[in-house]
C-alpha cells in the first residue's frame, strides 16, 4: 500500500537558519506529492504541492522537489522564521486507487528567536 | 468567507456518552472527509462523502457514525463504542472526490472523561 515516511522531530532551529524535513514515499502509480502546515491549535494548510516527477513546488519561501528516483519530497527553506513554527505533513495522493491522502506523522518545528 | 467552519472548538463528554461534532462548508465543494489526530501518529481518516446521502468508511471507522443530509453538512458522532475518544477531529473538504487538494477547518478536540 502506499505510505509517507517522515523525519522524526522535533527540530528545533534558531531565526536564520536553513531547514529540511525528509520525506520519502512508497506508493503504486504515479503520485501527487503534498506538504501541510498546522500552526498551533489550527487545522491543516496546504502548504506547496508538485503533481509529477521533477516538478518543484513553492510557497512562503518553502521548496519541495518531486524525485522519483529517490523516492522523496524533502521540505527546505533557506532562512526560517519564528512564524514558521508548527507541525509539517507531507502527504501522497494517488488516482485510482483508494483516492484518498495518505499522510505521514508530521514533523514538529521549533524556531527560536 | 469561504470555508469550514467546525464547533464547538473543545468539547468534554463523560465516558458513555454518544457526542456530535459539527462541521459546514460554504464552499460548494462535494465531497467532505473526517480525519482523527493523535500525537505522533498523523492523521487517520474516518469517514468520507462523495456526495449527498451517501458516505464511506475510512481506516478506523469503528465506533463512529456520519450523516450527509445536505451539501453544506457532514457531523460526526462519536458513540460510546469508540475506546479511545478522546482526540483531534479534523473534517475537510474537496472541489470533488478525486479532486486532491483538500481544504480543512480548525478542529475540534474532544476530551472524554
Known amino acids: 500500500g502506499n505510505s509517507v515516511t517522515q523525519m522524526e522531530g522535533p527540530v528545533t532551529l534558531s531565526e536564520e537558519a536553513f531547514l529540511t524535513i525528509n520525506c520519502t514515499y512508497t506508493?503504486?502509480?504515479?503520485?501527487?506529492l503534498f506538504w501541510y502546515v498546522q500552526y498551533p491549535g489550527e487545522g491543516l494548510q496546504l502548504l506547496l504541492k508538485?503533481?509529477?516527477?521533477?516538478d518543484k513546488g513553492s510557497n512562503k519561501g518553502f521548496e519541495a522537489t518531486y524525485r522519483k528516483e529517490t523516492t522523496s519530497f524533502h521540505l527546505e527553506k533557506g532562512s526560517v522564521q519564528v512564524s514558521d513554527s508548527a507541525v509539517y505533513f507531507c502527504?501522497?495522493?494517488?488516482?485510482?486507487?483508494?483516492?484518498?491522502?495518505?499522510f505521514g506523522k508530521g514533523t514538529k518545528l521549533t524556531v527560536n528567536p | 468567507d469561504g470555508g469550514i467552519t467546525q464547533s464547538p472548538k473543545y468539547l468534554f463528554r463523560k465516558e458513555g456518552q454518544n457526542v456530535t461534532l459539527s462541521c459546514e462548508q460554504n464552499l460548494n465543494h462535494d465531497a467532505m472527509y473526517w480525519y482523527r489526530q493523535d500525537p505522533g501518529q498523523g492523521l487517520r481518516l474516518i469517514y468520507y462523502?462523495?456526495?449527498?446521502?451517501?458516505?464511506q468508511k475510512g481506516d478506523i471507522a469503528e465506533g463512529y457514525s456520519v450523516s450527509r443530509e445536505k451539501k453544506e453538512s457532514f457531523p460526526l458522532t462519536v458513540t460510546s463504542a469508540q475506546k479511545n475518544p478522546t482526540a483531534f477531529y479534523l473534517c475537510?473538504?474537496?472541489?470533488?472526490?478525486?479532486?486532491?487538494?483538500?481544504?480543512f477547518g480548525p478542529g475540534t478536540r474532544l476530551t472524554v472523561t
Open positions: 508538485a503533481t509529477k516527477a521533477d
Open positions: 462523502s462523495q456526495i449527498v446521502n451517501d458516505f
Open positions: 502527504a501522497l495522493y494517488t488516482q485510482g486507487g483508494s483516492e484518498k491522502l495518505v
Open positions: 506508493a503504486t502509480g504515479y503520485p501527487s
Open positions: 475537510a473538504s474537496s472541489i470533488w472526490s478525486g479532486f486532491y487538494e483538500q481544504y
